[in-house]
Nanobody
Framework: DVQLQASGGGLVQAGGSLRLSCAASGFSFDDYSIGWFRQAPGKGREGVACLSAKYRSTHYADSMKGRFTISRDNKNTVYLQMSGLRPEDTAVYYC?????????????????WGQGTLVTVSS
């Protein structure tokens, strides 16, 4: 049974930083790539970053490049370090495993969704 719990969200001023964590169980990061996603108020869910299980490479949406960093530990926690936050980054952030060990299908082919964490960036 795949379970995911994101945490670390909160209220931050524009230009600030936050680190999100996502604890996962029911699958291994060695077998499935993991992605971060977000959903802003009134908008659809979008991809933020992906970490490939097979290649250990990272992939970012254009607006996140240079500001966000996805990483993992040796167990089953994935992180999203966010800096230079902007009001438009306000959203609920989720992590989710991909259905394969690379990021070629990202942001599609999500295996399961868990609880997200709310990030609010004030101007």
């Amino acid at each position: 049974d795949v379970q995911l719990q994101a945490s670390g969200g909160g209220l931050v001023q524009a230009g600030g930083s936050l680190r999100l964590s996502c604890a996962a169980s029911g699958f291994s990061f060695d077998d499935y790539s993991i992605g971060w996603f977000r959903q802003a108020p009134g908008k659809g869910r979008e991809g933020v970053a992906c970490l490939s299980a097979k290649y250990r490479s990272t992939h970012y949406a254009d607006s996140m490049k240079g500001r966000f960093t996805i990483s993992r530990d040796n167990k089953n926690t994935v992180y999203l370090q966010m800096s230079g936050l902007r009001p438009e980054d306000t959203a609920v952030y989720y992590c989710a495993p991909q259905g394969r060990d690379d990021c070629y299908s990202y942001p599609n082919d999500v295996l399961a969704w868990g609880q997200g964490t709310l990030v609010t960036v004030s101007s």
